[in-house]
């Protein structure tokens, strides 16, 4: 399998700020990583692939200035989201494939306040 | 495009009793199918999947899948569940291109009581 690890597992922020979120793939160099948004009780909405070298693909309706991804090595992606509003408050999940099977981190919990 | 229903949002179960989760899918191509479990504030984990080959699949912790391809369903169950399984169920699908994006259902909560 493929170890992925994500920092922080959570965050507490003033509204306005910014926050980066890391998603590490430990054992495995990942070309493609995904960030998946969930609010509670709901299900995992991806947000965007981020592929290493170049500009991430964002789904239909992410604001990709809102939702900064950068992907410069093999074994690193990041998120970060900017000017955070309670309404971002949400749990962040990045995942990495190998094969046909996707392995995720432990996710981020989020709060702006 | 790909979408994954999960009928069942919440399912209460007692111990020791057999379970069924529900999972229809909808697809214009092949696809992969999924099951994951998450614990509270946690990461997927990878319960079991379906690629091709054998339309019975056995994952970990003593759950099964049938692929039914007439129904277009992949139903999870689990002849005994025990407290430990008390966690949401997410099925997913694939169709193995792009990078194997995934499109998950909505999630079952099953809750296993005494």
């Known amino acids: 399998g493929a170890v992925v690890s994500q920092h922080p597992s959570w965050v507490i922020c003033k509204s306005g700020t910014s926050v980066k979120i890391e998603c590490r793939s430990l054992d495995f160099q990942a070309t493609t990583m995904f960030w998946y948004r969930q609010f509670p009780k709901q299900s995992l909405m991806l947000m965007a692939t981020s592929n290493e070298g170049s500009k991430a693909t964002y789904e239909q309706g992410v604001e990709k200035d809102k939702f900064l991804i950068n992907h410069a090595s093999l074994t690193l992606s990041t998120l970060t989201v900017t000017s955070a509003h309670p309404e971002d408050s949400s749990f962040y999940i990045c995942?990495?494939?190998?094969?046909?099977?996707?392995?995720f981190g432990q996710g981020t919990r989020l709060t702006v306040v | 495009a790909q979408s994954v229903t999960q009928l069942d949002s919440q399912v209460p179960v007692f111990e020791e009793a057999p379970v069924e989760l529900r999972c229809n899918y909808s697809s214009s191509v092949s696809v992969y199918l999924f099951w994951y479990v998450q614990y509270p504030n946690q990461g997927l984990q990878l319960l079991l999947k379906y690629l091709s080959g054998s339309t019975l699949v056995k994952g970990i912790n003593g759950f099964e899948a049938e692929f039914n391809k007439s129904q277009t369903s992949f139903h999870l169950r689990k002849p005994s569940v025990h407290i430990s399984d008390t966690a949401e169920y997410f099925c997913a699908v694939s169709d193995g291109g792009g990078g194997n994006k995934l499109t998950f259902g909505t999630g079952t909560q099953l809750k296993v009581e005494l």
């Open positions: 995942s990495v494939n190998r094969g046909t099977e996707a392995f």
